[in-house]
């Protein structure tokens, strides 16, 4: 990335000079992806255009209803910058409700055009600051730039003022996309959340089904060894069993803190049908309650994978609940099995399909069925559906670059076939 040198004068730059500095910069941030570095490419720009000393960006956090600072420049920054200004501060309802460039050379007449003017002004000379430059879009203030002590403002040109719009409105278009794609990244992220901790009910089920002959094991042993401490064959067998059963315990116990806390995706080397039988084993509760027989087929060969488990478990069980909820009131089977898969050009996959004898799904659904929002579920209760779960199955699926697809006859069921690249053998 090439940007111009930090000595340039736009007091005294050209036209064509201005514009090249101008198209420079939105190309800059053009290939910018992330916050930090935009905002750090914003303010610094922003700075020599103002010819101040220093400056930060404040950008909206509307979670907390605050301006965060999220960027800072030069080394006579002062300290009397804070690091948030709630959104009914007047100096960001003064930005927003004139949309101009606040400086030093303001009179009191500009200031009055507003009831938070005055306010603001003192906000402004609290901070040290020659100018502040609003980054409005679409009547919301996104952000906002705070320019620091500048060269005597006697000798600014008009042409310097209306560069630094310029350059304001650039960087106000970049920061509305990031902010956008970060507000979608962290609705995407609380999907995740709501749809893992929606499966918690079927899995404490099943962590109780589990739990529950280990349990009587431990007790049956502390209830024994009083009477047969003497016995050392006793001792040392049923020790070790109850070992093994505290030890599958706290698995279980640790299964479910992972599934429940949501983490940034991890990729592992894993024994994919280990997942799928975890799985299994928390559903089996909930199947047998509602007459559902379960056969299971895993492959003794089947390759190792490299994914995120917790993710993958969320997709396997968004898949097997709703396998059961399509089978509701009726019964049925639910065969799940794995198998290695060659693709054309010789690559390997670790495969494995999920077929349910539920009611199906109508081939006029069938293309919609990974769409946001989209569901079949219109009933009250448990089988209520928010059309969001196969959306998050089929985003891991891709994160991970696999594949899956489903087949479906309406009265005959349901079959998800999903596919993982595997490790190389």
Not at 321 to 339: C, E, F, H, K, Y
Request: proline letters at 4%.
């Amino acid at each position: 990335m090439t940007s111009r040198p930090p000595n340039t004068d736009f007091s005294t730059s050209s036209s064509s000079e201005l514009l090249t500095i101008v198209t420079q910069f939105a190309s800059d941030l053009g290939t910018m992806t992330d916050l930090p570095t935009i905002g750090n490419r914003i303010v610094h720009e922003l700075c020599r255009a103002g010819a101040t000393t220093h400056g930060a960006l404040f950008v909206l956090d509307r979670e907390h209803e605050c301006y965060r600072r999220a960027n800072m420049v030069g080394s006579d920054a002062p300290a009397s910058i804070p690091s948030t200004l709630a959104v009914s501060h007047p100096l960001p309802q003064h930005l927003l409700a004139t949309n101009w460039i606040m400086a030093q050379t303001d009179s009191a007449t500009d200031l009055q055009d507003t009831d938070f003017g005055a306010d603001a002004r003192r906000a402004m000379e609290s901070m040290q600051a020659s100018r502040i430059v609003p980054h409005l879009n679409k009547s919301r203030l996104i952000a906002f730039t705070v320019l620091g002590a500048a060269v005597p403002l006697t000798t600014e040109q008009a042409l310097s003022k209306a560069m630094l719009a310029a350059l304001a409105q650039t960087a106000t278009n970049a920061l509305d996309t990031i902010v956008l794609y970060e507000d979608l990244h962290r609705s995407h992220t609380l999907m995740k959340r709501t749809d893992r901790l929606k499966s918690l009910e079927t899995i404490a089920g099943g962590f109780a089904h589990e739990i529950r002959n280990p349990l009587t094991s431990i007790k049956t042993f502390i209830q024994l060894a009083p009477e047969r401490k003497d016995d050392p064959q006793f001792i040392q067998e049923f020790s070790k069993v109850v070992l093994d059963d505290v030890y599958r315990i706290e698995r279980l116990i640790q299964e479910i803190l992972d599934y429940a806390r949501y983490m940034e995706p991890k990729l592992t080397d894993e024994d994919f049908n280990d997942i799928v039988a975890s799985c299994l084993y928390f559903i089996d509760v909930k199947a047998d309650s509602r007459g559902i027989k379960i056969e299971k087929e895993l492959a003794p060969d089947l390759p190792r994978v490299m994914l995120d488990r917790q993710q993958i478990k969320q997709v396997l069980l968004n898949l097997l609940l709703n396998a059961i909820d399509s089978m509701a009131g009726a019964g049925g089977r639910l065969r799940v099995q794995t198998r290695t898969v060659v693709k054309p050009g010789g690559k390997v996959w670790a495969h494995i399909e999920i077929e349910d004898t539920g009611e199906g799904i109508q081939e006029a659904n069938l293309e919609h069925i990974f769409d946001p929002f989209f569901t079949t579920k219109h009933e009250s209760g448990e089988h209520e559906g928010t059309g969001l779960g196969l959306t998050i199955v089929h985003q891991i699926i891709q994160e991970h670059h696999g594949e899956i697809r489903v087949k479906s006859t309406v009265g005959i069921g349901t079959t998800f076939f999903v596919s993982l690249p595997a490790l190389p053998a």
